[in-house]
């Protein structure tokens, strides 16, 4: 079982940055995959920012130029430095992992974060 901390949500004002951790524990044999995804009130679940194992990087429109997402590979960490924040990026976010977990039989698995509370005041 893989399991994902998330911290570094809070308060701040437009304009201002906040960085987002999310550290991945358990037995992980590979990462393929991390990413941040956001939620806002009465809103699906959208996809802000994504690495894959060999540092590829996309990102949502809105966010592209401001965001900026790294990895750690000796951690298992994914970070999200979100910069020149605006009321609109008001949202849960929610960190996602997804590789393959195991030493002898493996399985691949698909984890999220508990989702940490990011409030960009105007």
């Known amino acids: 079982q893989v399991q994902l901390v998330e911290s570094g949500g809070g308060l701040v004002q437009a304009g201002g940055s906040l960085r987002l951790s999310c550290a991945a524990s358990?037995?992980?044999?590979?990462?393929?995959?991390m990413g941040w995804y956001r939620q806002a009130p009465g809103k699906q679940r959208e996809l802000v920012a994504r690495?894959?194992?060999?540092?590829?990087?996309n990102y949502a429109d809105s966010v592209k130029g401001r965001f900026t997402i790294s990895r750690d590979n000796a951690k298992n960490t994914v970070y999200l430095q979100m910069d020149s924040l605006k009321p609109e990026d008001t949202a849960v976010y929610y960190c996602?992992?997804?590789?393959?977990?195991?030493?002898?039989?493996?399985?691949?698995?698909?984890?999220w974060g508990q989702g940490t509370q990011v409030t960009v005041s105007s």
């Open positions: 690495i894959t194992g060999g540092g590829n990087t």
């Open positions: 358990g037995i992980i044999s590979s990462i393929n995959a």
């Open positions: 996602n992992v997804r590789g393959v977990s195991g030493r002898i039989a493996t399985f691949d698995f698909d984890s």
